[in-house]
C-alpha cells in the first residue's frame, strides 16, 4: 500500500486516512479548550458575587492585584471603575466610530503585502503552513486589537458595528496569495474565534427584522462555516454568547424549523434541524422526529440519548437505545453511537450483561482500538478477557476479508445515510485482537510475511508484533522494568497505532495510550510459552531485525538509521537478558563490520548501545 518514493512514504509506513470527522464525534470547543461557555460563565460569576460578602470580594481583589503584571497596573486600575467618565466614554466611542476605516487600512496593507509575496523572491517552505503567519506577522497585533474592539463595541451595544466588523475581519483572514497563504486563523493565537464568530451571528439576528431573520441567519451561518475549521456553528452559540436572552426565540425557532424542513436534503440543515427541535421541543421533538419519515433523520437518535443522559436518566436512555437499535438498519455505524449510550447506562444501572451485548454492538458497527478495550473491559479475569478478544479477532478478519474484496477506489467517502462513515479496518487492529487475545502465534505468522519497511503503515502488523515479543522474551517484570531499548521500542509501536485512529485528540491518544500500556501488562503476566518455542521466536525477531537494519541502511533511509540502531540493541538487551552475553555483543558488532562507512548510521548505533540501553561492554566503533 506504501510507496517507494521517499523515506517518508516508505519507511514511515504513510497511509492516507479518512480527511472527514464524523458529526457527533467532534467535542465542543468550549470543552477542548478547558473553558465553560459564555453564559455558563456570567452565570457562575454573578453567583459568586452574590454569595461574596463586601469584605470578601475586596480579598479577591486584593488578591488579583497582586498577580497583576507591572506593565498592566495601569489597565487594571482603569478597569476598577464601575462607570467610565463621560471623557473616557467620548474616546471609546471615538475609537468605536473609526472600527471600520481602521479594518479597512489594515485590509490595504494586506492587500500591499501580498502583492509584495506574489512579486518577491519567495519559496513555499519560506512561510509555508507550519512557519507561522511569515510576511503578514506584522498584522497579527493590530488584527488582534481589531477584534477585541469588535467585541467592545458588541458589548456596548452596538451590534450593527460589531456585525460589519465581524463580517470584514473574518473575510480578511480568508485571502491567499499566489502560494495559497495569508493570515489564518490559527495565527492569531490571543483572539477566541469561535466566540467571535458567535458574536457575529448574534448581531445577524439583533440586527434583521424578525420576518426576514431566518432567512438571513441561515445565509449567515452557512458563510461563517467556511470561516474556520471543524464544527459547523450552532444555534446554541449564538444563544449562549448573548447575556441577555435572543428576543422573539420562540418565533424565531418556528419560522427557522420550517427554513430547515425545506432545505432538508442539506447536510448543516439537518444538524440544525435536529437542533431546533431539541431547544423548542425538547426530547418529545426528537423522539417523534427519530421515528418520524423512515428513517430520514437516524441522527435524532442520538441527539436524543444525549438529551436524555444530560438529564440523569439511565432507564430511558436504556429503553431509548434499544429503540433506537431496532430501528437503524444492520451494519449501519451510527449504531456504535447509541450502543456506546445503552453501554453507559446500563453501567450506571448495575446491568453487566446488557453492558457486554452494547459493548459488542459497538465494536461490530465502527470497530477501533478503543471500542476493542472497551468490550476487553467487560471480562472480570484474565481468561475471560481473552475469549471476548479472540471473538473479537474472528469478527475483525471476516469484516478485513470483505473489505478488501469491495473496497471502492475512493473508500474516504463511503459514508452511511446518517453521513457517519464506514471505518477503515487495517492489520493493526487484528494484530491488537490478537495479542490480547493471547493469540501471539496467529500475530507472529501473520508479521513474519510482512515487509520488513513501513512499520509506521497501520497494514504493517512487525512494527507491533517484533517489539512485543521482544518485550515477551526480556523475561517476567522484574524491579529493574524491560531494558530499556526494547521498551522505548514497544513504546513506538504503541504510539503508532494510537496515531492511526483517525480523529484522536491529545487527550484521548494518552488515554487510549495508557490503556494499550495496562491491558499488555496484564496480558504480558498471564502468558507462557515453552522455552523452545522462545528461542524459535527469538531467531524470527533477530532474523526480522536484520533484514530491517540492512534495508534501512543499504536503502540509505538516513532518517530511519535510528530506528534501526534501536532495533538492533533492543535484540542485543533481550540476549543480554537471556544469558547469551557472547550474541548480545555480536549481533551489533556485525552491523559495524558490515557498514563501516555509514558514520551517520554508526553515530546512531553508539547513541543506542550507551545512552539508551544497558549493555556496557559492547564497544564503540574505532575514531
Not at 435536529?274 to 423512515?294: N, P, Q, T, V
Request: glycine share 6%; hydrophobic share 40%.
Amino acid at each position: 500500500m506504501t510507496s517507494d518514493v521517499e523515506h517518508q512514504n516508505l519507511e514511515d509506513g504513510w497511509r492516507p486516512r479518512p480527511a472527514h470527522r464524523a458529526e457527533g464525534e467532534t467535542t465542543d470547543r468550549a470543552h477542548l479548550a478547558g473553558k465553560p461557555p459564555l453564559k455558563a460563565f456570567w452565570k457562575a460569576v454573578e453567583a459568586r458575587l452574590g454569595a461574596a460578602s463586601l469584605e470578601e470580594l475586596r480579598t479577591v481583589l486584593r488578591a488579583m492585584a497582586s498577580r497583576v503584571h507591572p506593565s498592566e497596573r495601569q489597565s487594571f486600575l482603569e478597569s476598577l471603575a464601575p462607570v467610565p467618565d463621560a471623557r473616557q466614554e467620548a474616546l471609546e466611542r471615538a475609537l468605536q466610530d473609526k472600527l471600520l476605516t481602521d479594518i479597512a487600512e489594515q485590509a490595504q496593507r494586506l492587500a500591499e503585502l501580498m502583492d509584495e509575496a506574489d512579486s518577491g523572491d519567495h519559496e513555499y517552505d519560506d512561510y509555508g503552513d507550519d512557519s507561522g503567519p511569515g510576511p503578514y506577522a506584522e498584522l497579527v497585533a493590530p488584527m488582534t486589537a481589531l477584534f477585541r474592539r469588535a467585541q467592545r463595541a458588541y458589548e456596548r451595544g452596538r451590534p450593527p458595528l460589531a456585525r460589519d466588523a465581524y463580517r470584514a475581519l473574518f473575510e480578511l483572514l480568508q485571502r491567499e496569495d499566489n502560494y495559497g497563504l495569508g493570515l489564518r486563523p490559527d495565527h492569531l493565537e490571543e483572539v477566541d474565534l469561535p466566540e467571535a464568530r458567535a458574536r457575529y451571528l448574534c448581531t445577524v439576528y439583533l440586527t434583521t427584522p424578525p420576518a426576514q431573520r431566518a432567512e438571513a441567519l441561515w445565509d449567515a451561518m452557512k458563510q461563517a462555516g467556511q470561516w474556520l475549521f471543524g464544527p459547523r456553528p450552532m444555534l446554541k452559540e449564538v444563544r449562549d454568547i448573548s447575556h441577555e436572552p435572543l428576543p422573539d426565540l420562540e418565533t424565531f425557532l418556528s419560522a427557522w424549523e420550517a427554513l430547515l424542513r425545506e432545505r432538508g436534503d442539506d447536510a448543516d440543515a439537518e444538524a440544525w434541524l435536529r437542533e431546533a427541535i431539541g431547544l423548542s421541543r425538547g426530547a418529545k421533538g426528537l423522539r417523534e422526529l427519530a421515528r418520524a419519515g423512515r428513517g430520514r433523520h437516524p441522527r435524532a437518535w442520538v441527539d436524543l440519548l444525549a438529551l436524555l443522559e444530560r438529564e440523569g436518566q439511565p432507564r430511558e436512555v436504556l429503553d431509548t437505545a434499544h429503540e433506537a437499535l431496532k430501528a437503524l438498519p444492520a451494519g449501519m455505524p451510527l449504531r456504535a453511537r447509541v450502543a456506546d449510550f445503552l453501554a453507559a447506562a446500563a453501567t450506571r444501572l448495575e446491568r453487566p450483561e446488557q453492558v457486554r451485548e452494547a459493548r459488542w454492538e459497538a465494536f461490530v458497527a465502527s470497530p477501533g482500538l478503543t471500542r476493542l478495550l472497551d468490550l476487553r473491559d467487560c471480562g472480570e479475569a484474565e481468561p475471560e478477557r481473552a475469549r471476548l478478544m479472540k471473538r473479537a479477532a474472528r469478527h475483525v478478519e471476516k469484516a478485513l476479508a470483505h473489505q478488501r474484496d469491495t473496497e471502492p477506489p475512493d473508500w474516504e467517502e463511503q459514508r452511511d445515510a446518517a453521513g457517519e462513515p464506514y471505518p477503515y479496518l487495517d492489520e493493526s487492529l487484528l494484530t491488537h485482537a490478537r495479542l490480547l487475545a493471547h493469540d501471539w502465534q496467529a500475530a507472529w505468522e501473520s508479521a513474519a510475511e510482512a515487509e520488513v519497511l513501513g512499520w509506521s503503515d497501520s497494514d504493517n502488523p512487525q512494527g507491533l508484533v517484533v517489539p512485543f515479543l521482544l518485550l515477551l522474551l526480556s523475561g517476567p517484570a522484574s524491579a529493574e522494568g524491560p531494558p530499556r531499548s526494547v521498551e522505548e521500542l514497544w513504546r513506538q509501536g504503541l504510539e503508532n497505532s494510537v496515531a492511526n485512529e483517525p480523529w484522536t485528540s491529545e487527550e484521548a491518544a494518552r488515554v487510549l495510550s495508557e490503556r494499550l500500556s495496562r491491558a499488555y501488562a496484564e496480558v504480558l503476566a498471564a502468558l507462557l510459552v515453552s522455552r523452545p518455542r522462545q528461542e524459535e521466536l527469538l531467531e524470527g525477531c533477530l532474523k526480522v531485525a536484520r533484514e530491517r537494519a540492512r534495508a534501512i541502511v543499504r536503502e540509505k533511509h538516513r532518517r530511519s538509521y535510528g530506528k534501526a540502531a534501536l532495533l538492533l540493541a533492543a535484540c542485543a538487551e533481550v540476549l543480554q537478558r537471556r544469558g547469551q552475553q557472547t550474541r548480545a555483543q555480536e549481533f551489533p558488532r556485525r552491523f559495524r563490520e558490515e557498514f563501516p562507512r555509514h558514520s551517520a548510521f554508526q553515530e546512531e548505533l553508539d547513541a543506542a548501545l550507551h545512552r539508551r540501553s544497558s549493555i556496557e561492554s559492547i564497544p564503540a566503533r574505532n575514531p
